[in-house]
């Protein structure tokens, strides 16, 4: 199994977050978050519902500026979001419903990296055959159920080739099944391409098995409880698996109600 | 008893398709209205036959008066609303991306949209004369509200998802407008323009015949007037078939941009 190298893409020091709001300021989110994330690792976020999730990763993209502390990509402050961090987002509206499938993997290929349509065409279906959606490359999203929307709108995202692919809860609206098959396809995914994969969740059992690292976010404003090495854990039928989504869980316990309850089903079923 | 909220596959029993219906209706009230001319003794000085009137249409469409007529009132519409929509399409910009846009539009839209078209056309004849610019003015100043105000209302309610996408794909300023709040806004930008049109096609008549009055030369309105001054009620019919006849057309042109755009992508319901 491939391991991340041993260099830090993302680095969050000291960083707080708040919303702007013309002169008014919201009440901080987080809180004084100090993190590395390793080059070609999967990086989990997972914390209660509220507590500041989304507007870490925001704040990782570009969308947020950090009140105080810094966030740096590459060893560089970021200033405003960009291509080479690509964003996956959980809603379904993520896609231009005016372009086909295909053509929204083009536009986005003819804008970020200016290629000539025909070499963006042959770009878009490969991805496009890597998510395993190329049969509707030419249909309209609206015609798309919800998995195939989000297999697109990954598809999109790795056709930008970013260093880093920012994933806010990408499967959660999705069912059960589906969003299993997903988590296997993401990890095929990240070995055949190592990219840097930062993904927000609230399910322990995606957490454990798809990450390297993960971070846990306590209640607001939120901080740092925990960030938990999972490396080890992809096994589902291990021991280390069941030791570290217990530990998790334990970790939860104290923050989120709601999460405990849906979490009491044994692991092993979910799989 | 529930009312659908959407359209279902409904069962139907065999019913004549919608054009046939259509007809049928039309031939009705054509059979009625001959007889009604033939039989009651009306004077044909104040209503014309359906014969006469066809009779009418089929003389000044070969000597070539209709033709002419109708080219320079849609030519007048043409123009007008091209420049309505470039104006409009400017502000509702101007409005989305500055405070002085927003406060300018607010501004004007409140004070000038209330001021039927028609009533300022004594002072852009004053200004501009006899002249088809005087036309042109007002159409321009009827359908720059409604379709700024309307377009503005689009850009405004663009989901937050969507405007994200835009920022990561780290687009331009022309090439956000252009390419994702355009088309993301087109359903309302669509309703804006079928008022603007229909508020301009009657006006554009209504002024023609003003300016008939003064004796120029022009279109339909024109056309109609110039009738009623040689007492030829069979013309006067004429001409508001070919007013109506226009409308119905433009009406279908309307819908049929609906259904090749956001009929298609699923942003709009078919009907
Ligand atoms: N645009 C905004 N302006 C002001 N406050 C906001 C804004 N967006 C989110 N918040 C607040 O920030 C806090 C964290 O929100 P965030 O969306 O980051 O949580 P989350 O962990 O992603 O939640 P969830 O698990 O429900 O997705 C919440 O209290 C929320 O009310
Ligand atoms: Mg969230």
């Known amino acids: 199994m491939g391991q991340p190298d041993k260099e830090p893409i993302v680095q969050l020091s000291h960083v707080s977050l708040a919303y702007q709001h013309g002169h008014a300021q919201s009440a901080t989110i987080l809180e004084d978050v100090t993190l590395s994330i390793q080059r070609g690792e999967k990086f989990m976020i997972i914390g209660p519902s509220g507590c500041g999730k989304t507007t870490l990763i925001k704040a990782i993209g570009g969308f947020l500026k950090a009140r105080q502390g810094e966030v740096t990509v590459n060893g560089v402050p970021v200033k405003k979001p960009g291509p080479d961090r690509a964003f996956v987002f959980q809603d379904f509206e993520q896609l231009f419903a005016w372009r086909t499938v295909l053509d929204n993997i083009v536009y986005a290929l003819q804008v970020t990296k200016h290629l000539p349509r025909r070499q963006a065409i042959d770009k878009a279906s490969f991805y496009l055959e890597l998510v395993d959606v190329a049969a509707a490359a030419d249909k309209y999203p609206h015609m798309l159920s919800g998995g195939m929307k989000q297999r697109a709108a990954l598809a999109r995202a790795l056709a930008l080739e970013p260093d880093i692919l920012l994933m806010d809860e990408p499967f959660g609206a999705l069912d059960a099944i589906t969003r299993n098959q997903l988590q296997l396809e993401l990890n095929t995914i990240w070995r055949r391409t190592g990219v840097t994969i930062v993904l927000v969740t609230h399910s322990i059992q995606e957490a454990v098995f798809l990450g390297h690292h993960v971070l846990v976010l306590s209640s607001s404003p939120a901080r740092v409880l925990e960030i938990v090495d999972t490396s080890q854990a992809e096994d589902l039928d291990s021991p280390a698996f069941t030791a570290h989504s217990l530990h998790l869980q334990s970790l939860l316990v104290r923050q989120d109600k709601d999460l405990i309850r849906e979490q009491v089903v044994p692991l092993s079923i979910v799989q | ?271």
Request: aromatic content about 12%; hydrophobic content about 55%.
């Open chain 2, 1 to 271: 008893m529930s009312v659908p909220l959407f359209r279902t596959a409904e069962k139907r029993t065999f019913t004549f398709p919608g054009w046939l219906r259509y007809i049928l209706i039309g031939a009705i009230f054509l059979i009625a209205w001959q007889l009604y001319v033939s039989l009651s003794g009306v004077s044909q000085l104040l209503i014309a036959s359906p014969l006469a009137t066809l009779q009418a249409l089929i003389a000044d469409f070969a000597n070539g008066q209709l033709p002419s007529a109708i080219l320079v009132s849609l030519q007048n519409l043409a123009i007008g609303m091209g420049i309505g929509i470039v104006t409009g399409l400017i502000l509702a910009s101007l409005s989305t991306f500055s405070r002085f846009g927003r406060d300018l539009l607010t501004v004007l839209t409140a004070v000038f949209s209330p001021l039927p078209g028609i009533a300022i056309l004594p002072l852009t004849m004053l200004w501009f004369g006899l002249s088809s610019s005087a036309i042109i003015f007002v159409v321009v100043f009827g359908s720059v509200w409604p379709i700024s105000a309307n377009t503005d209302t689009g850009f405004r309610t663009i989901g937050t998802t969507t405007r994200m996408v835009a920022l990561n794909l780290g687009l331009t300023r022309l090439q956000t407008v252009r390419d994702i709040f355009l088309p993301a806004a087109l359903p309302h930008i669509l309703s804006g323009l079928r008022l603007a049109w229909a508020f301009g096609w009657r006006t554009v008549v209504g002024a023609e015949i003003v300016f008939g009055v003064a004796g120029s030369n022009g279109g339909l309105g024109w056309y109609i007037n110039n009738a009623r001054y040689f007492l030829n009620p069979p013309a006067i019919f004429a001409g508001l078939v070919v007013i109506s006849l226009l409308g119905v057309l433009l009406d279908t042109l309307f819908q049929f941009i609906e259904q090749q755009t956001i009929v298609k992508w699923g942003m709009k319901q078919a009907q």
